[in-house]
């Protein structure tokens, strides 16, 4: 099917997709106001970085996203899933703290948040009807932070992600995590980068937090909703993406 092709869908699909469409406008629309507390562009935040911190960000988003899946899975039975909202506070919470201390406090703060946005959309994933414990779900969960990010006006990236689970089969989480951490460590390095800007840094990493929070949470529900449609409706993976993407494209 083409872009320039109608997507034919019945009343009911039509609806979903457009709900999942709304969602994904949702998603990234607290990014710009973060922009505009910290000043910039995101392309220029990782330009804030030290080398050394810049050099090192990939593996240290690779083992973030290690621990944060040890942390999330371990801590499946002791703590139950939380509302958006409380995700959303919290790690808000934690971006301050992280931001006003500079860059070691953002850096220590890293993989505190890095978990809880992977509970976060693990709960997700069991709102859609899946089971965080099966290990293509925990895959699918791992794969949602391979979207754009929330300061970046990417459809196409968020597309290829969308279309991405079509290649998760035989994939180990350690290959998803070698394939995820260049993507995720741009969008962590642009979050660590607004934490540093002097005198404003709990602010920002308050913002930043509650933006990624939003964000992650918004396209986790993108994710599995299209997911569950899958199953529901019996239409192919590639079908659903492009109605997707030509109802994000009609409402603008």
Known sequence: MT?????????????????????????????????NIVGGQAENLLERLPDRVKDQLEQATERA?????????????????????????????????????????????????????????QGIAAEHGFDPNDPEVRKECLLVFGAAGPLEADDGADMAFFSARLTLTGATVHGLISRVAPRLATVLGQKLAAQTVPVIGAAAGAATNYAYTSYYQQMAHVHFGLRRLEIDSGRPREELVEALRHEIRRLG
Do not use: C, Y
């Not at 092709?5 to 949702?26: G, N, Y």
């Not at 506070?89 to 946005?117: I, N, Q």
């Open 3 to 35: 872009g320039s092709q109608s997507v034919a869908v019945t009343k009911p699909f039509d609806e979903h997709i457009t709900a999942l469409a709304r969602q994904h406008r949702a998603a990234g629309g607290v990014g710009l106001q973060v922009l």
């Open 65 to 121: 996203l290690r621990l944060a899946m040890q942390a999330a899975a371990g801590s499946r039975g002791v703590v139950p899933d939380q509302k958006g909202w409380f995700n959303t506070t919290l790690t808000t919470a934690m971006g301050a703290a992280g931001g006003a201390g500079g860059l070691p406090t953002a850096l220590a703060e890293l993989p505190l948040t890095t978990t809880w946005l992977l509970r976060a959309i």
